[in-house]
């Protein structure tokens, strides 16, 4: 059974720097497309970004172009997330997700795993 654990949430001043670690066991991935989405209060779960695990390609959020950037480390088994420049509208609980085949899906739907989430927010 497939299990995503996320980390390095927190309290950071606007325009600081978090990166959020989402550590994967169960399997070792090879081709999955693994993303990252959040949830601000009172809205909807929203895509952040994706990576495909074994082509290293990206896609990203208007929101998160330029700011965020979405690696994985194979040795570890871990996707990470580095967010720079942050704002207070990017306060929200931050989830990794997985999926099992396919493309970078921009959809909750197009995933097949999820973490339980980190807390990341942002004062101004």
């Known amino acids: 059974q497939v299990q995503l654990v996320e980390s390095g949430g927190g309290l950071v001043q606007a325009g600081g720097s978090l990166r959020l670690s989402c550590a994967a066991s169960?399997?070792?991935?090879?081709?999955?497309?693994m993303g990252w989405f959040r949830r601000a209060p009172g809205k909807e779960r929203e895509f952040v970004a994706a990576?495909?695990?074994?082509?290293?390609?990206?896609k990203y959020a208007d929101s998160a172009k330029g700011r965020f950037t979405i690696s994985r480390d194979s040795g570890k088994n871990t996707v990470y997330l580095q967010m720079d420049s942050l704002k207070p509208e990017d306060t929200a609980v931050y989830y990794c997700?997985?999926?099992?085949?396919?493309?970078?899906?921009?959809?909750?739907?197009?995933?097949?795993?999820w973490g339980q989430g980190t807390q990341v927010t942002v004062s101004s």
């Open positions: 169960g399997r070792t991935f090879s081709s999955e497309n």
């Open positions: 997700a997985g999926r099992m085949a396919g493309g970078l899906g921009v959809s909750r739907s197009d995933y097949d795993y």
């Open positions: 990576i495909n695990w074994g082509r290293r390609v990206t």
